[in-house]
Protein backbone atom coordinates (compact mmCIF):
# COMPACT_ATOMS: atom_id res chain seq x y z
CA UNK A 1 0.00 0.00 0.00
CA UNK A 2 2.53 2.36 0.87
CA UNK A 3 4.62 1.64 -2.48
CA UNK A 4 1.35 2.39 -4.18
CA UNK A 5 0.78 5.73 -2.67
CA UNK A 6 4.37 6.26 -3.24
CA UNK A 7 3.85 5.50 -7.32
CA UNK A 8 0.63 7.80 -7.09
CA UNK A 9 2.21 10.99 -5.37
CA UNK A 10 5.39 10.66 -7.69
CA UNK A 11 3.81 10.43 -11.22
CA UNK A 12 1.94 13.71 -10.67
CA UNK A 13 5.15 15.09 -9.40
CA UNK A 14 7.01 13.97 -12.33
CA UNK A 15 4.81 15.10 -14.55
CA UNK A 16 3.94 18.76 -13.20
CA UNK A 17 8.05 18.90 -13.21
CA UNK A 18 8.13 17.97 -16.87
CA UNK A 19 5.59 20.25 -17.62
CA UNK A 20 7.01 23.25 -15.74
CA UNK A 21 10.16 22.77 -17.69
CA UNK A 22 8.34 22.68 -20.95
CA UNK A 23 6.36 25.85 -19.69
CA UNK A 24 10.31 27.41 -19.40
CA UNK A 25 11.92 26.59 -22.14
CA UNK A 26 9.13 27.94 -24.31
CA UNK A 27 9.21 31.31 -22.04
CA UNK A 28 12.93 31.48 -22.33
CA UNK A 29 12.68 30.87 -26.08
CA UNK A 30 9.94 33.53 -26.98
CA UNK A 31 11.70 35.71 -24.66
CA UNK A 32 14.68 35.05 -26.84
CA UNK A 33 12.69 34.87 -30.10
CA UNK A 34 11.16 38.19 -29.39
CA UNK A 35 14.59 40.30 -28.14
CA UNK A 36 16.45 38.93 -31.03
CA UNK A 37 13.61 40.56 -33.57
CA UNK A 38 13.90 43.98 -32.10
CA UNK A 39 17.64 43.40 -32.72
CA UNK A 40 17.28 42.56 -36.12
CA UNK A 41 14.59 45.16 -36.57
CA UNK A 42 17.01 47.98 -34.82
CA UNK A 43 20.40 46.82 -37.33
CA UNK A 44 17.89 47.51 -40.06
CA UNK A 45 16.93 50.47 -39.02
CA UNK A 46 20.58 51.75 -37.92
CA UNK A 47 22.14 50.03 -41.17
CA UNK A 48 25.23 49.07 -38.95
CA UNK A 49 25.63 46.72 -35.86
CA UNK A 50 26.23 48.29 -32.36
CA UNK A 51 28.57 46.91 -29.76
CA UNK A 52 27.89 47.77 -25.89
CA UNK A 53 29.52 48.22 -22.65
CA UNK A 54 27.86 47.41 -19.25
CA UNK A 55 29.86 49.68 -17.13
CA UNK A 56 27.25 51.05 -14.24
CA UNK A 57 29.48 53.58 -13.15
CA UNK A 58 30.56 55.16 -16.51
CA UNK A 59 31.37 58.35 -14.44
CA UNK A 60 32.93 57.74 -11.83
CA UNK A 61 36.99 58.55 -11.73
CA UNK A 62 38.82 55.37 -11.54
CA UNK A 63 41.00 52.89 -13.25
CA UNK A 64 37.69 50.42 -14.71
CA UNK A 65 36.68 53.71 -16.30
CA UNK A 66 39.92 54.33 -17.93
CA UNK A 67 39.69 50.71 -19.33
CA UNK A 68 36.33 51.80 -20.46
CA UNK A 69 37.04 54.67 -22.59
CA UNK A 70 40.52 53.75 -23.83
CA UNK A 71 38.61 50.74 -25.37
CA UNK A 72 35.82 52.75 -26.74
CA UNK A 73 38.32 54.99 -28.63
CA UNK A 74 40.32 51.96 -29.58
CA UNK A 75 37.51 50.18 -31.49
CA UNK A 76 36.15 53.66 -32.52
CA UNK A 77 39.56 54.34 -34.83
CA UNK A 78 39.39 50.88 -35.98
CA UNK A 79 35.87 49.60 -36.68
CA UNK A 80 34.22 53.05 -38.16
CA UNK A 81 31.16 51.29 -39.43
CA UNK A 82 30.25 50.08 -35.91
CA UNK A 83 28.18 52.05 -33.20
CA UNK A 84 29.13 51.63 -29.78
CA UNK A 85 26.73 52.11 -26.52
CA UNK A 86 27.63 51.79 -22.91
CA UNK A 87 24.82 51.31 -20.57
CA UNK A 88 25.26 53.59 -17.06
CA UNK A 89 23.14 53.83 -13.97
CA UNK A 90 24.29 57.44 -13.57
CA UNK A 91 21.59 59.74 -13.40
CA UNK A 92 21.23 63.25 -13.42
CA UNK A 93 23.72 63.84 -16.21
CA UNK A 94 23.92 64.19 -20.20
CA UNK A 95 25.84 61.98 -22.22
CA UNK A 96 28.00 65.13 -23.03
CA UNK A 97 28.22 65.19 -19.57
CA UNK A 98 29.74 61.98 -19.62
CA UNK A 99 32.43 62.61 -22.52
CA UNK A 100 33.72 66.09 -20.76
CA UNK A 101 33.85 63.60 -17.15
CA UNK A 102 36.08 61.41 -19.37
CA UNK A 103 38.29 63.86 -20.79
CA UNK A 104 38.83 66.01 -18.12
CA UNK A 105 39.97 63.23 -15.27
CA UNK A 106 41.63 60.81 -17.93
CA UNK A 107 42.66 63.18 -20.72
CA UNK A 108 40.59 60.75 -23.35
CA UNK A 109 38.76 62.78 -26.57
CA UNK A 110 36.43 59.49 -28.30
CA UNK A 111 36.91 60.08 -32.25
CA UNK A 112 32.89 60.25 -32.32
CA UNK A 113 29.88 59.76 -29.72
CA UNK A 114 28.71 57.22 -28.38
CA UNK A 115 25.08 56.16 -26.74
CA UNK A 116 24.17 56.13 -23.60
CA UNK A 117 21.09 54.04 -22.12
CA UNK A 118 21.08 55.14 -18.50
CA UNK A 119 19.46 52.53 -16.57
CA UNK A 120 16.84 53.12 -13.60
CA UNK A 121 17.83 50.63 -11.11
CA UNK A 122 21.26 50.85 -10.42
CA UNK A 123 20.50 50.36 -6.61
CA UNK A 124 20.16 46.76 -7.07
CA UNK A 125 23.78 46.36 -7.28
CA UNK A 126 24.57 49.32 -4.68
CA UNK A 127 26.66 46.95 -2.20
CA UNK A 128 24.59 49.46 0.52
CA UNK A 129 21.56 47.17 -0.64
CA UNK A 130 22.77 44.47 0.70
CA UNK A 131 24.47 44.71 4.41
CA UNK A 132 24.59 40.81 4.78
CA UNK A 133 25.13 38.16 1.82
CA UNK A 134 26.93 40.91 -0.18
CA UNK A 135 28.11 39.11 -3.11
CA UNK A 136 25.31 36.96 -4.12
CA UNK A 137 22.92 40.01 -3.39
CA UNK A 138 24.78 41.85 -5.92
CA UNK A 139 24.85 39.47 -7.88
CA UNK A 140 21.55 38.53 -8.12
CA UNK A 141 20.60 42.60 -8.29
CA UNK A 142 23.51 42.39 -11.79
CA UNK A 143 21.26 39.54 -13.40
CA UNK A 144 18.05 41.87 -13.10
CA UNK A 145 19.89 45.49 -14.04
CA UNK A 146 21.24 42.98 -16.89
CA UNK A 147 17.66 42.54 -17.97
CA UNK A 148 16.60 45.90 -17.60
CA UNK A 149 19.94 46.94 -20.20
CA UNK A 150 18.47 43.95 -22.48
CA UNK A 151 15.21 44.93 -22.62
CA UNK A 152 16.30 48.46 -23.11
CA UNK A 153 18.53 48.03 -26.07
CA UNK A 154 20.10 44.32 -27.79
CA UNK A 155 22.89 44.92 -28.93
CA UNK A 156 25.28 42.63 -31.64
CA UNK A 157 28.46 42.03 -28.91
CA UNK A 158 27.99 43.12 -25.67
CA UNK A 159 31.15 43.50 -23.38
CA UNK A 160 30.94 43.86 -19.50
CA UNK A 161 33.91 46.15 -18.58
CA UNK A 162 32.94 46.28 -14.83
CA UNK A 163 33.10 42.76 -13.37
CA UNK A 164 29.07 41.67 -13.38
CA UNK A 165 29.71 38.22 -14.80
CA UNK A 166 26.13 36.80 -13.98
CA UNK A 167 25.19 39.29 -16.65
CA UNK A 168 26.99 37.53 -19.27
CA UNK A 169 24.33 34.89 -19.45
CA UNK A 170 21.52 36.94 -19.21
CA UNK A 171 22.88 38.69 -22.90
CA UNK A 172 24.24 35.60 -24.43
CA UNK A 173 21.39 32.99 -23.66
CA UNK A 174 18.26 35.70 -24.09
CA UNK A 175 19.57 38.29 -25.93
CA UNK A 176 21.68 35.88 -28.45
CA UNK A 177 24.51 38.00 -28.26
CA UNK A 178 28.44 37.16 -28.35
CA UNK A 179 29.83 38.19 -24.89
CA UNK A 180 33.19 39.11 -23.79
CA UNK A 181 34.18 40.61 -20.51
CA UNK A 182 37.20 42.19 -19.07
CA UNK A 183 37.94 41.67 -15.50
CA UNK A 184 39.73 44.09 -13.15
CA UNK A 185 39.09 41.74 -10.46
CA UNK A 186 36.95 38.53 -9.70
CA UNK A 187 34.31 38.76 -7.42
CA UNK A 188 35.25 36.00 -5.62
CA UNK A 189 38.71 34.67 -5.19
CA UNK A 190 40.69 31.67 -3.47
CA UNK A 191 42.74 34.14 -1.75
CA UNK A 192 38.67 35.21 0.08
CA UNK A 193 38.38 31.55 0.48
CA UNK A 194 41.41 31.34 2.47
CA UNK A 195 40.68 34.48 5.00
CA UNK A 196 37.64 32.77 5.81
CA UNK A 197 38.92 29.28 6.37
CA UNK A 198 42.17 30.90 8.31
CA UNK A 199 39.36 33.05 10.34
CA UNK A 200 41.17 36.35 9.85
CA UNK A 201 39.22 39.45 9.88
CA UNK A 202 39.17 41.69 6.91
CA UNK A 203 37.24 44.74 5.91
CA UNK A 204 34.99 41.70 4.33
CA UNK A 205 35.06 39.16 6.53
CA UNK A 206 33.91 40.54 10.06
CA UNK A 207 35.21 40.50 13.67
CA UNK A 208 32.12 38.09 14.81
CA UNK A 209 32.72 35.77 11.54
CA UNK A 210 36.68 35.59 11.64
CA UNK A 211 35.41 35.19 16.06
CA UNK A 212 33.12 32.04 15.56
CA UNK A 213 34.18 28.51 13.93
CA UNK A 214 30.62 27.99 13.20
CA UNK A 215 29.98 31.38 11.14
CA UNK A 216 33.24 30.49 9.67
CA UNK A 217 32.37 27.67 8.29
CA UNK A 218 28.85 28.45 6.93
CA UNK A 219 30.39 31.15 5.17
CA UNK A 220 32.94 28.79 3.63
CA UNK A 221 29.84 26.96 2.05
CA UNK A 222 28.37 29.99 1.22
CA UNK A 223 31.76 31.11 -0.60
CA UNK A 224 32.68 27.85 -1.90
CA UNK A 225 28.58 27.56 -3.29
CA UNK A 226 29.13 31.44 -5.28
CA UNK A 227 32.24 30.33 -6.38
CA UNK A 228 30.55 27.50 -8.40
CA UNK A 229 27.61 30.04 -9.91
CA UNK A 230 30.38 32.64 -11.07
CA UNK A 231 32.51 30.24 -12.64
CA UNK A 232 29.71 28.55 -14.30
CA UNK A 233 28.82 32.09 -15.19
CA UNK A 234 31.84 33.55 -16.52
CA UNK A 235 32.50 30.31 -18.72
CA UNK A 236 29.45 31.93 -21.07
CA UNK A 237 32.22 34.36 -22.17
CA UNK A 238 33.63 34.28 -25.88
CA UNK A 239 36.21 36.42 -25.33
CA UNK A 240 37.49 36.80 -21.51
CA UNK A 241 40.26 39.49 -20.62
CA UNK A 242 42.10 39.64 -17.39
CA UNK A 243 44.42 42.98 -16.35
CA UNK A 244 47.12 40.97 -14.06
CA UNK A 245 48.89 37.60 -13.75
CA UNK A 246 47.00 37.85 -10.25
CA UNK A 247 43.92 37.69 -12.00
CA UNK A 248 44.52 35.35 -14.80
CA UNK A 249 45.33 32.62 -11.78
CA UNK A 250 42.13 33.31 -10.56
CA UNK A 251 40.07 33.65 -13.87
CA UNK A 252 41.34 30.60 -14.97
CA UNK A 253 40.57 28.41 -11.57
CA UNK A 254 37.08 29.89 -11.72
CA UNK A 255 36.15 29.82 -15.36
CA UNK A 256 38.41 27.34 -16.71
CA UNK A 257 38.44 28.68 -19.88
CA UNK A 258 41.68 28.69 -20.63
CA UNK A 259 41.65 28.95 -24.49
CA UNK A 260 39.84 32.16 -24.39
CA UNK A 261 41.12 33.73 -21.91
CA UNK A 262 44.40 36.39 -22.67
CA UNK A 263 46.16 39.12 -20.50
CA UNK A 264 45.47 42.33 -21.45
CA UNK A 265 46.98 44.66 -18.84
CA UNK A 266 45.23 48.30 -18.28
CA UNK A 267 46.07 51.21 -20.15
CA UNK A 268 47.93 53.82 -17.87
CA UNK A 269 48.24 57.49 -18.87
CA UNK A 270 51.74 56.65 -18.74
CA UNK A 271 52.42 59.35 -21.67
CA UNK A 272 51.54 62.77 -20.07
CA UNK A 273 53.30 61.60 -16.47
CA UNK A 274 56.59 60.97 -18.55
CA UNK A 275 56.24 64.81 -19.62
CA UNK A 276 56.96 65.41 -15.65
CA UNK A 277 60.58 66.16 -15.11
CA UNK A 278 62.98 63.86 -13.22
CA UNK A 279 65.52 65.73 -11.02
CA UNK A 280 66.72 65.11 -7.42
CA UNK A 281 64.39 66.27 -4.79
CA UNK A 282 67.30 67.26 -2.40
CA UNK A 283 65.92 71.52 -2.40
CA UNK A 284 62.81 70.10 -1.37
CA UNK A 285 61.51 71.43 1.91
CA UNK A 286 57.97 69.74 2.02
CA UNK A 287 58.14 65.76 1.01
CA UNK A 288 54.28 65.02 -0.09
CA UNK A 289 53.15 61.10 0.21
CA UNK A 290 50.67 60.91 -2.48
CA UNK A 291 48.10 58.15 -2.58
CA UNK A 292 45.75 57.37 -5.33
CA UNK A 293 42.35 55.74 -5.64
CA UNK A 294 38.74 55.65 -5.52
CA UNK A 295 37.37 55.79 -1.72
CA UNK A 296 36.55 52.17 -1.31
CA UNK A 297 37.20 50.38 1.89
CA UNK A 298 39.56 47.61 -0.16
CA UNK A 299 41.46 50.74 -1.02
CA UNK A 300 42.84 50.96 2.89
CA UNK A 301 42.68 54.58 3.40
CA UNK A 302 42.92 54.10 7.34
CA UNK A 303 46.33 52.19 7.53
CA UNK A 304 47.67 54.95 5.00
CA UNK A 305 46.58 57.52 8.22
CA UNK A 306 47.75 55.42 10.77
CA UNK A 307 50.64 54.61 9.25
CA UNK A 308 51.57 58.22 8.17
CA UNK A 309 50.79 58.92 11.93
CA UNK A 310 53.69 56.50 13.14
CA UNK A 311 55.98 58.48 10.67
CA UNK A 312 54.61 61.91 11.97
CA UNK A 313 55.72 60.89 15.73
CA UNK A 314 59.00 59.33 14.75
CA UNK A 315 59.63 62.77 13.06
CA UNK A 316 58.62 64.53 16.06
CA UNK A 317 61.34 62.69 17.45
CA UNK A 318 63.56 63.42 15.17
CA UNK A 319 63.92 59.76 14.43
CA UNK A 320 63.29 60.32 10.91
CA UNK A 321 66.80 61.63 8.50
CA UNK A 322 65.75 65.51 6.94
CA UNK A 323 65.40 68.74 8.38
CA UNK A 324 62.09 70.15 9.61
CA UNK A 325 59.42 68.24 12.10
CA UNK A 326 55.96 67.47 11.26
CA UNK A 327 55.77 70.30 8.72
CA UNK A 328 58.04 68.79 6.64
CA UNK A 329 55.92 65.85 5.43
CA UNK A 330 51.96 66.02 4.29
CA UNK A 331 50.09 62.92 2.95
CA UNK A 332 47.58 63.90 0.35
CA UNK A 333 44.31 61.63 -0.74
CA UNK A 334 43.21 61.36 -3.90
CA UNK A 335 40.65 59.49 -5.37
CA UNK A 336 37.05 59.37 -6.80
CA UNK A 337 33.72 58.97 -4.79
CA UNK A 338 31.27 57.01 -6.61
CA UNK A 339 28.03 57.86 -4.71
CA UNK A 340 26.87 58.54 -0.70
CA UNK A 341 28.47 55.51 0.64
CA UNK A 342 31.78 56.93 -0.51
CA UNK A 343 31.34 59.98 0.70
CA UNK A 344 30.40 59.13 3.92
CA UNK A 345 33.66 57.40 4.12
CA UNK A 346 35.53 60.27 3.44
CA UNK A 347 33.71 61.76 6.71
CA UNK A 348 34.74 58.82 8.25
CA UNK A 349 38.36 59.01 7.11
CA UNK A 350 38.58 62.87 8.28
CA UNK A 351 37.27 62.00 11.51
CA UNK A 352 40.32 59.33 12.21
CA UNK A 353 42.61 62.18 11.28
CA UNK A 354 41.19 64.27 13.56
CA UNK A 355 41.25 61.54 16.43
CA UNK A 356 44.73 60.47 15.48
CA UNK A 357 45.94 64.28 15.45
CA UNK A 358 46.91 64.18 12.00
CA UNK A 359 44.39 66.25 9.94
CA UNK A 360 46.83 69.57 9.85
CA UNK A 361 48.88 67.47 7.76
CA UNK A 362 46.42 65.07 6.13
CA UNK A 363 44.69 66.75 2.49
CA UNK A 364 41.39 65.19 1.04
CA UNK A 365 41.50 65.82 -2.85
CA UNK A 366 37.91 64.48 -4.43
CA UNK A 367 37.38 63.96 -8.03
CA UNK A 368 40.16 66.48 -9.32
CA UNK A 369 41.13 67.18 -12.34
CA UNK A 370 43.51 65.52 -14.85
CA UNK A 371 46.06 68.61 -14.46
CA UNK A 372 45.90 68.65 -10.60
CA UNK A 373 46.23 65.03 -10.47
CA UNK A 374 49.90 65.48 -12.28
CA UNK A 375 50.81 68.50 -10.47
CA UNK A 376 50.39 66.75 -7.34
CA UNK A 377 52.26 63.71 -8.51
CA UNK A 378 54.75 65.84 -10.06
CA UNK A 379 55.87 67.45 -6.58
CA UNK A 380 54.91 64.17 -4.75
CA UNK A 381 58.58 62.30 -3.47
CA UNK A 382 56.52 59.02 -2.04
CA UNK A 383 53.38 57.29 -4.18
CA UNK A 384 51.57 55.39 -1.44
CA UNK A 385 49.35 52.13 -2.36
CA UNK A 386 47.81 49.95 0.48
CA UNK A 387 44.64 47.56 -1.27
CA UNK A 388 45.79 43.62 -0.19
CA UNK A 389 45.64 41.65 -3.10
CA UNK A 390 44.85 44.87 -5.57
CA UNK A 391 44.01 42.76 -8.94
CA UNK A 392 46.35 45.56 -10.65
CA UNK A 393 46.99 49.17 -9.67
CA UNK A 394 46.73 51.70 -12.35
CA UNK A 395 46.87 54.31 -9.50
CA UNK A 396 50.89 52.70 -8.89
CA UNK A 397 51.68 52.47 -12.58
CA UNK A 398 50.96 56.62 -12.71
CA UNK A 399 52.61 57.46 -9.79
CA UNK A 400 55.83 55.31 -11.07
CA UNK A 401 55.72 57.36 -14.77
CA UNK A 402 55.25 60.29 -12.53
CA UNK A 403 59.03 60.26 -10.93
CA UNK A 404 57.37 59.09 -7.64
CA UNK A 405 58.99 56.80 -5.69
CA UNK A 406 56.39 54.42 -5.06
CA UNK A 407 55.46 52.06 -1.73
CA UNK A 408 52.82 49.60 -2.60
CA UNK A 409 51.26 46.62 -0.96
CA UNK A 410 53.34 43.10 -1.20
CA UNK A 411 50.46 40.99 -2.54
CA UNK A 412 48.40 41.39 -6.07
CA UNK A 413 49.16 43.23 -9.21
CA UNK A 414 51.92 45.40 -7.17
CA UNK A 415 54.08 42.50 -6.36
CA UNK A 416 53.66 40.55 -9.22
CA UNK A 417 53.71 42.70 -11.90
CA UNK A 418 54.44 46.46 -11.22
CA UNK A 419 56.79 46.75 -8.58
CA UNK A 420 59.45 43.87 -9.60
CA UNK A 421 62.89 44.69 -10.68
CA UNK A 422 63.69 46.33 -13.95
CA UNK A 423 66.68 44.98 -15.58
CA UNK A 424 67.66 43.87 -12.35
CA UNK A 425 67.47 47.33 -10.47
CA UNK A 426 65.12 48.38 -8.13
CA UNK A 427 61.71 50.11 -9.02
CA UNK A 428 60.12 50.71 -5.55
CA UNK A 429 59.65 49.41 -1.79
CA UNK A 430 56.22 46.97 -0.69
CA UNK A 431 54.95 46.30 2.43
CA UNK A 432 52.36 44.67 4.45
CA UNK A 433 51.63 46.24 7.61
CA UNK A 434 51.17 49.76 9.81
CA UNK A 435 54.48 49.20 10.78
CA UNK A 436 56.17 47.97 7.51
CA UNK A 437 54.56 51.04 5.59
CA UNK A 438 55.57 53.19 8.50
CA UNK A 439 59.19 51.78 7.97
CA UNK A 440 59.45 51.63 4.71
CA UNK A 441 58.97 55.63 4.50
CA UNK A 442 61.54 56.38 6.98
CA UNK A 443 63.79 54.19 4.47
CA UNK A 444 62.70 56.16 1.70
CA UNK A 445 63.17 59.57 3.15
CA UNK A 446 66.00 58.29 4.73
CA UNK A 447 68.06 57.71 0.90
CA UNK A 448 69.97 60.43 -0.72
CA UNK A 449 68.71 62.30 -3.10
CA UNK A 450 70.83 60.86 -5.74
CA UNK A 451 69.86 57.61 -4.25
CA UNK A 452 65.69 58.07 -4.56
CA UNK A 453 66.19 59.73 -8.70
CA UNK A 454 67.97 56.05 -9.20
CA UNK A 455 64.67 54.93 -8.19
CA UNK A 456 62.66 56.46 -9.68
CA UNK A 457 64.68 56.44 -13.33
CA UNK A 458 64.05 52.54 -12.97
CA UNK A 459 60.48 52.75 -12.53
CA UNK A 460 59.69 55.37 -15.32
CA UNK A 461 61.57 52.84 -17.95
CA UNK A 462 59.87 49.61 -16.30
CA UNK A 463 56.17 51.52 -17.49
CA UNK A 464 56.13 51.65 -21.14
CA UNK A 465 54.50 47.87 -20.69
CA UNK A 466 51.64 49.62 -19.23
CA UNK A 467 50.96 52.51 -21.91
CA UNK A 468 47.88 53.58 -23.56
CA UNK A 469 49.09 51.87 -26.99
CA UNK A 470 50.22 48.90 -25.52
CA UNK A 471 46.80 48.15 -24.40
CA UNK A 472 44.72 49.35 -27.50
CA UNK A 473 46.93 46.97 -29.34
CA UNK A 474 46.01 44.12 -27.21
CA UNK A 475 42.44 44.98 -26.86
CA UNK A 476 41.99 44.71 -29.90
CA UNK A 477 43.95 41.39 -30.39
CA UNK A 478 41.37 39.66 -27.86
CA UNK A 479 38.35 41.36 -29.79
CA UNK A 480 39.28 40.49 -33.17
CA UNK A 481 37.26 37.38 -33.43
CA UNK A 482 34.12 38.73 -31.89
CA UNK A 483 34.27 42.02 -33.54
CA UNK A 484 34.82 39.80 -37.14
CA UNK A 485 31.46 38.50 -36.40
CA UNK A 486 30.01 41.69 -37.20
CA UNK A 487 30.87 41.90 -41.05
CA UNK A 488 28.90 38.24 -41.62
Known sequence: TFYKLLWTLLLPCVFLCM????????????????????????????GRPTVAFFHPYCNAGGGGERVLWCALRALQ??????????????????????????????????????????????????????????????????????????????PDVYIDSMGYAFTLPVFKYL?????????????????????????NPRFNNADYISNNL??????????????????LAGSCSDVVMVNSSWTLNHILTLW?????????????????FLQLPLDEDSDRKCHSIVSIGQFRPEKDHRLQIRAFRKVLQKKEAGLVAGPGGRESLRLVLIGGCRNQEDEDRVLMLRGLCQELGVADRVEFKLNVPFEELKRELGEATVGLHTMW??????????????????????????????????????????????????????????LSPSARLEIRRNARLSVTRFSDQEFEACFLAAMEPLMGTLER
Open 19 to 46: LLTATLVVLVMGVRVWLQANRNARRARD
Open 77 to 154: NRYQDVNFMVYTGDQGVTNQQILDGARRRFNILLPRPVQFVFLKHRLLVEASLFPHFTLIGQSVGSIFLGWEALTEFV
Open 175 to 199: GGCHVASYVHYPTISTDMLSVVRER
Open 214 to 231: FLSAVKVVYYCLLALLYG
Open 256 to 272: RATNRTCLVFPPCDTRA
Open 389 to 446: NEHFGIGVVECMAAGTVVLAHKSGGPRLDIVVPYEGRQTGFLAEDEDGYADAIERILA
